[in-house]
């Protein structure tokens, strides 16, 4: 196993143990971003995850939302919030959120953990960006 996913790995499992169900998001980020993770690039509706940290880049294939052919759903900024609000009060797993975000349109996400946002894109280059706070 490569020092990255190592190192990715360890961090996950840290942020995991000291994630509180409310407003988790921050906590995991902080712990990503502390063990040298930069951004992380989010596919969907394949939920493919890239990692790019400062001891090279981790893909993460989860599954996917949808198979075969499947249309993409509209952009949807007030669907993509309340996903985001139901999400950040602790109301929906994280798959429940991917779903959610999906059906609001989004069919990618890059998070940004130096700048401390995560930018939400639909298919015609919508986009939506959201600004974290530090822990």
Request: glycine share 6%.
């Amino acid at each position: 196993m490569s020092k990255a996913i190592e190192n990715l790995q360890a961090a996950m499992q840290r942020a995991m143990a000291n994630r509180p169900k409310v407003g988790g998001f921050p906590h995991l980020a902080e712990a990503l971003r502390s063990a040298g993770v930069t951004r992380n690039l989010w596919s969907l509706p394949s939920c493919q995850s890239v990692y790019v940290t400062t001891l090279g880049s981790v893909v993460m294939q989860g599954e996917a939302l949808v198979s075969g052919m499947a249309e993409v759903p509209r952009f949807d900024r007030a669907a993509l919030i309340t996903a985001l609000r139901t999400d950040q009060a602790g109301n929906s797993t994280f798959p429940e959120f991917l779903m959610a975000t999906w059906k609001a349109g989004v069919v990618s996400y890059d998070v940004d953990f130096e700048a401390r946002t995560v930018t939400y894109y639909g298919v015609e280059d919508e986009s939506y960006t959201e600004s974290y706070p530090a822990v």
